[in-house]
T-cell receptor
């Protein structure tokens, strides 16, 4: 596709439920990043995938958060037993080999936990 | 304290220049960035500067970097109403992820 796509664009869930957020990076981009943007805040790094290397999970806020990247392309961010403080916009970005300094962002998934 | 700091709000008149400022604490960054976020949209990379440069110009945008003071600025010449958005300063870290400021909301008045 032309850009990074994310789905769903909006998700409303009840506290305690699990949610899955999907990211389709730009074709050929080997690096993929997840960030979280809480209301009125900057972006907070969550996790980083680079090719087949082990992901950098150092930004995940708790063990309720996990992410996978299948086949080096699509990534899924899973939040288990959601809490109200998980409400935020979850942004995915990708970058191509040798140009990791240029990250292209998707439109985000707006998550609201009631 | 915050790793990257920005003022929260800037209001300018259409046609004036806008200057958005950012300070950071991590001196090991290779690149520093400016992103634009319009309402309900994702982040758009506006420009970036390599850490060994002190200025970069791209059409209406001028980025100034003062490494000694750890200060980055974005100047928008001839600001238009379409420039109204939130502008984020960011820098890379050793792990390639970006560290962002909390954003500056630019309001352009006609």
């Amino acid at each position: 596709g032309a850009g990074v796509s994310q789905s769903p664009s909006n998700k409303v869930t009840e506290k305690g439920k699990d949610v899955e957020l999907r990211c389709d990076p730009i074709s050929g981009h080997t690096a993929l990043y997840w960030y979280r943007q809480s209301l009125g805040q900057g972006l907070e790094f969550l996790i980083y995938f680079q090719g087949n290397s082990a992901p950098d999970k150092s930004g995940l806020p708790s063990d309720r958060f996990s992410a996978e990247r299948t086949g080096g392309s699509v990534s899924t961010l899973t939040i288990q037993r959601t809490q109200q403080e998980d409400s935020a916009v979850y942004l995915c970005a990708s970058s191509r080999p040798g140009r990791e300094e240029t990250q292209y962002f998707g439109p985000g998934t707006r998550l609201l936990v009631l | 304290g915050e790793d990257v700091e920005q003022s929260l709000f800037l209001s300018v008149r259409e046609g004036d220049s806008s200057v958005i400022n950012c300070t950071y604490t991590d001196s090991s960054s290779t690149y520093l960035y400016w992103y634009k976020q319009e309402p309900g949209a994702g982040l758009q990379l506006l420009t970036y500067i390599f850490s060994n440069m002190d200025m970069k110009q791209d059409q209406r945008l001028t980025v100034l970097l003062n490494k000694k003071d750890k200060h980055l600025s974005l100047r928008i010449a001839d600001t238009q109403t379409g420039d109204s958005a939130i502008y984020f300063c960011a820098h890379d870290t050793g792990r390639r992820a970006l560290t962002f400021g909390s954003g500056t909301r630019l309001q352009v008045q006609p």
